[in-house]
């Protein structure tokens, strides 16, 4: 079976609101092994969407619309759905007396305008809505030479749409498909650390058509992402389809591969040194606090993250710095001696197992033959104090006093500006990632 999304609605087309339900009921109808092959989104033109309804019933087998069930003059479901189908709009004196009683309840009469919600296309059967005034609209659409298609009609309000497809809909799709039950389930693996070109060169032959089960990548703001597509009677049966080809993957990434389905670099940073019983601290030099912000999010527990310093400009590097020392003060920007001096002090001010400092950030000049590289440093206390950390130490010695260890690393302030800012905490946080983690070598025989 597969199925076609419909959302209407001006709103939406004109890009005022973002079509949230076509991506929820994807979702639903993946979780019930129906396909979904085309999303489409209309405005309220009743041409344009009439047109929608009849392409979309000869090429998918499951049509479900979302918007346009309202009273006013500009809601057209109802209108679109029975001229495709041929029919004619006739009166439900039922969920006529259904939306009076709803309004009294509510204490108000009801405007005669509403009394168009009870329309619905012939030999159609309405889908109750406990909690608004717009049912929904459940038709089968004849069509020549092909068993007819369903059309599932539901208003765009996503509270009362989700109520109302759980309740009618999906018990309806359920006992459509019992006889060839068939689920569809998605992993994804996500990395960082080269482009798409780059990793899709890696894997052998993975990302083709028609490959089963499938394997698509996408890439948002530095992270490369690949999604396993799997079909099987069960949920159990498609993980363990998706399992050998998320193996070759493993196997020829290795590293570059920091999680799966959702899981960002703070979430792998801050579960990782939990497990530990590690601790960060942070300091920025010329950003906003993107780094501490990423990990505070990631950390609502405070088990890992101890704060950070946000450094705005030289002066407070300088002082931070505790001297004159270093370019801070003599150039303006630190360089990466002062970089790893400041990790240094962030982690013994913070008593924090690791102290990650970034910055400065560079400021974009096209005139220029490009930005400067960014600086960063990791401070780690050295691994002869972590194994005698909780005994007792000399006298007056303190943990700021502790023998650290710290790590370098140089990044291109390069790409697009829009990601600039985001790649670059996700470089700081895959260099953490990768001095404190366990290494995977990446091999692919």
Known sequence: MQAEIIALGDELTCG???????????????????????HTTVGDELE?????????????????????????ADDLTRECIADACGVDLVRDETVLEQIRALFARR?????????????????????PNPHGTAPGIEMLAERQGQEPARVFALPGVPAEMREMWTASVLPTLAALTSHNRRVIRHRTIHCYGAGESAIEALLPDLIRRGRVPSVGITASKATISLRITAEGSTPEACYEAMQPTADTIYQCLGDLIFGEDGQTLQDVIVRLL?????????????????????????DPEQRVFRGGWVLRDSTAIAATLGTARGSAESHGWPTGDDIQALAAACRAHF????????????????SSAGPPPVQMALAELSADHEATRHRPGPAGRSEGDAPVAIHAHVTPYAGHPDILLARTVKEALNFLRLRSGPSRRPRCD
Do not use: H, K, Y
């Open 351 to 366: 008593q924090s197992d690791w102290a990650l400092a970034v910055g400065p950030f560079p400021r974009i000049d096209e």
């Open 48 to 72: 344009a969407a009439r047109e929608v309804f009849r392409q979309a019933i000869r090429r998918a087998d499951l049509i479900v619309s979302t918007g346009g069930l309202g009273p006013t």
């Open 274 to 298: 939990a497990e530990r019983g590690q601790t960060l601290a942070t300091v920025e030099c010329g950003s906003g606090g993107a780094l501490a912000e990423a990990l505070s999010q990631a």
């Open 16 to 38: 005022q609101r973002l079509d949230t339900n076509s991506q929820w009921l994807s979702q639903q109808l993946g979780d019930c092994g129906v396909r979904v092959l085309f």
């Open 107 to 127: 204490g108000r009469d009801m405007p005669e305008r509403n009394a168009v919600q009870a329309l619905f296309p012939r030999g159609s059967r309405p889908i």
